[in-house]
């Protein structure tokens, strides 16, 4: 079972369209973190968040940490073939160990 | 800085071989992870190490093992390797955790394929 739901897991759209990544969970999370891929690289970190109903702004990606800090969104306006990749969320259950768990990825695809 | 290393980038094993796994990072983090990723599984923790001379089992250890003596150093080791291994391997390190964990930075990471 997967600790974290991600929805979609594919997403392909036209350059200049908005779209929003969802993570879900029934757990509570000190904190979630994004992460962005691309093919043969490894995750790098896109934003924190820590204070249920945060919001941050990454100029055109907009994060959202929930109220109940359970679950999180990442939308970008205005998508750009330069977004293209792999969207990862993670959370963090408070440990001293610095472990996070990871959801099953979203595949986004930007046409030009 | 390199940041995080990994050797080899890509590797072709047969059934029942062995291999190490190499990551090194030059940041002086304490905290070490390795991870493995599936097509549409996300990342799935190996094996965790707080610091030199300890590690601890993730969600995924069966299969694999680990050693940290020291800082820079976080080698994963195969000992009989099988097909259900096949997958793509990411080290990662962080500073420390605090109180929310803090951004770990990966590798680029090891293409195995067990035939």
């Known amino acids: 079972t997967q600790l974290l739901e991600q929805s979609p897991q594919f997403l392909s759209i036209q350059e200049g369209e908005n779209l929003t990544v969802y993570c879900n969970s029934s757990s509570v999370f000190s904190s979630l973190q994004w992460y962005r891929q691309e093919p043969g690289e490894g995750p790098v970190l896109l934003v924190t968040v820590v204070t249920g109903g945060e919001v941050k702004k990454l100029k055109r990606l907009t994060f959202q940490f929930g109220d109940a800090r359970k679950d999180s969104s990442l939308h970008i306006t205005a998508a750009q073939p330069g977004d293209t990749g792999l969207y990862l969320c993670?959370?963090?259950?408070?440990?001293?160990?610095?472990?996070?768990?990871f959801g099953r990825g979203t595949q986004l695809t930007v046409w030009p | 800085n390199a940041g995080v290393t990994q050797t080899p980038k890509f590797r072709i094993l047969k059934i029942g071989q062995s291999m190490t796994l190499q990551c090194t990072q030059d940041?002086?983090?304490?905290?070490m992870y390795w991870y493995r990723q599936d097509p549409g599984m996300g990342l799935k923790l190996i094996y965790y190490s707080v610091g030199a001379g300890i590690t601890d089992k993730g969600e995924v250890p069966n299969g694999y093992n680990v050693s940290r003596s020291t800082t820079e150093d976080f080698p994963l080791r195969l000992e009989l390797a099988a097909p259900s291994q096949t997958s793509v391997y990411f080290c990662?390190?962080?500073?420390?955790?605090?109180?929310?964990?803090?951004?770990?930075?990966f590798g680029p990471g090891t293409r195995l394929t067990v035939l």
């Open positions: 940041m002086n983090h304490n905290y």
């Open positions: 990662a390190s962080s500073y420390s955790a605090g109180s929310t964990a803090d951004t770990q930075y």
């Open positions: 993670a959370g963090d259950r408070g440990s001293t160990l610095g472990r996070l768990y």
